[in-house]
């Protein structure tokens, strides 16, 4: 069983940045992998980024390649989704989820690959 509970979204200016974090609960975080996933109203949930359990694999959706960068702290439990260049287009719901996995540089890129999810956080993109 893994909890999660993201943290750091808000109100930025286009342009600006923000570090949204995901703390897990649990004692196995580092056999999981991590991604992060964003809705916006009237929208499916989307894909953002990625990283394997250990953190050697990264993969993003093209819409963010270049100005997000996803990172793990295993140690601390925690994984980050640093974001750069926001656009008004990048508001949204985002969400952190963990998926299981017995192999250290696999990463996934669906949702159905994620047992477990957090509740969000609001980051709005807004001058």
């Known amino acids: 069983q893994v909890q999660l509970v993201e943290s750091g979204g808000g109100l930025v200016q286009p342009g600006g940045s923000l570090r949204l974090s995901c703390a897990a609960s649990g004692r196995t975080f580092s056999s999981y992998v991590m991604g992060w996933f964003r809705q916006a109203p009237g929208k499916e949930r989307e894909f953002v980024a990625t990283?394997?359990?250990?953190?050697?694999?990264?993969y993003y959706a093209d819409s963010v390649k270049g100005r997000f960068t996803i990172s793990r702290d295993n140690a601390k439990n925690t994984v980050y989704l640093q974001m750069s260049s926001l656009k008004p287009e990048d508001t949204a719901f985002y969400y952190c989820?963990?998926?299981?996995?017995?192999?250290?540089?696999?990463?996934?890129?669906?949702?159905?690959?994620?047992?477990?999810w957090g509740q969000g956080t609001q980051v709005t993109v807004s001058s």
């Open positions: 990283i394997s359990a250990s953190g050697i694999s990264t």
């Open positions: 989820a963990a998926g299981g996995t017995y192999y250290s540089s696999t990463y996934y890129t669906q949702r159905y690959e994620y047992g477990y």
